[in-house]
């Protein structure tokens, strides 16, 4: 044997791979406690009326989008874990579906200027947390997807 086997599977896949699986399962939580208990959850999370309000009155095609960019992390990062190339092009559509979702907030609704608040103490008050998750989301989902290309372009994942 000469050199390093090119498929050899490094360490810090499984890192990355478990990372990107409890990462992705939270907003897999999210999603569904945000069907299924609605306001209420919402509520308890911080958000306020008017937001509330947005996600009820969201189109569904933003509901399929949502869901698509939370499901879509989370089959990535199952297909990471078993070193499947999919997990690549599956990671770019959650991706995609993640920043179309921020582009219809904030550039095709008027419901950005209403993401800035939050719920403390039960008065309305500014916060940049929203902004700050944003960032922080979209690093994550550009972190992923740009792993799996980069283990996908060296053979590690099949």
Same mark, same amino acid.
């Given at each position: 044997? &000469?050199?390093?086997?090119?498929?050899?599977?490094?360490?810090? %896949?499984?890192?990355?791979?478990?990372?990107?699986?409890?990462?992705?399962?939270?907003?897999? *939580?999210?999603?569904?406690?945000?069907?299924?208990?609605?306001? &209420?959850?919402?509520?308890?999370?911080?958000?306020?009326?008017?937001?509330?309000?947005?996600?009820d &009155?969201?189109?569904v095609?933003?509901?399929?989008?949502?869901?698509?960019?939370?499901?879509?992390?989370? %089959?990535?990062?199952?297909?990471?874990?078993?070193?499947?190339?999919?997990a690549?092009?599956?990671?770019?559509?959650?991706?995609?579906?993640?920043?179309?979702?921020?582009? *219809?907030? *904030?550039?095709?609704?008027?419901?950005?200027?209403?993401?800035?608040?939050?719920?403390?103490?039960?008065?309305?008050?500014?916060?940049?947390?929203?902004?700050?998750?944003?960032?922080?989301?979209?690093?994550?989902?550009?972190?992923? &997807?740009? *792993?799996?290309?980069?283990?996908s372009?060296?053979?590690?994942?099949?």
């Amino acid at each position: 044997m &000469t050199g390093l086997n090119k498929s050899a599977v490094p360490w810090h %896949l499984w890192v990355v791979g478990v990372i990107a699986v409890l990462w992705n399962a939270y907003g897999g *939580y999210d999603y569904t406690m945000s069907m299924t208990q609605g306001a &209420t959850y919402m509520a308890a999370s911080g958000m306020t009326p008017d937001q509330i309000a947005y996600y009820d &009155t969201m189109p569904v095609w933003m509901t399929a989008v949502w869901a698509i960019g939370v499901w879509g992390g989370v %089959l990535g990062s199952l297909l990471l874990l078993m070193r499947n190339k999919l997990a690549f092009p599956v990671f770019a559509v959650s991706f995609g579906a993640f920043l179309l979702s921020l582009l *219809y907030v *904030y550039g095709l609704s008027d419901s950005g200027k209403m993401m800035g608040f939050m719920m403390k103490d039960g008065v309305k008050v500014a916060s940049s947390m929203i902004i700050i998750m944003n960032v922080v989301i979209a690093a994550g989902c550009a972190f992923f &997807t740009w *792993y799996a290309w980069a283990m996908s372009k060296k053979g590690v994942l099949r």
